[in-house]
């Protein structure tokens, strides 16, 4: 099991900080989990499994990654959580707005695409949104012309 530190976001003084971690399975499977903790709670936001894992496995998921998660976000497991002071980083620059932005989302889109990677995961690395708002300026992106249409209707 690999914990590894994703991304970081401070805004308004409040820190959201992203983990990925990767279990490797003994027949050559793998799950990846990405987790999301803020304002001293972790969620899971996506989990990626291959070979797919049944209803019982996901149901243990949580017991499986819980003591590396919480060693990587400095944390206590248990009831009472409390978060370390987390090293300053660097932060991102402010991503660019209007048309600027959503040709940036296109490229970093296209670029993970290119190398079979999640396009989504890459949008969300590179601009420090959640997924909802990766998937909105990737909308945008597709609206604006840089991406072709989801969808084609008849």
Known sequence: MSVRPAWEVREHGNVTRWFT????LPEGGRIEVLAVVADDCVAIEEVRAQPPL???DLAVLADWIEEPLFRACAMEPGP???P??????GDRPPWPRGIEGL???A???LAAQKENDDPVYAVMCATGRSRRRAL???AGAREAGFLTPRHTRC
């Open 80 to 82: 009472a959580r409390e």
């Open 103 to 105: 040709r940036l989302v």
């Open 21 to 24: 971690a990767r279990l490797d």
């Open 84 to 89: 370390a002071e987390a090293p300053v980083t």
């Open 136 to 138: 909105k300026l990737i």
């Open 54 to 56: 049944s209803l019982d």
């Open 107 to 109: 490229e970093e889109y």
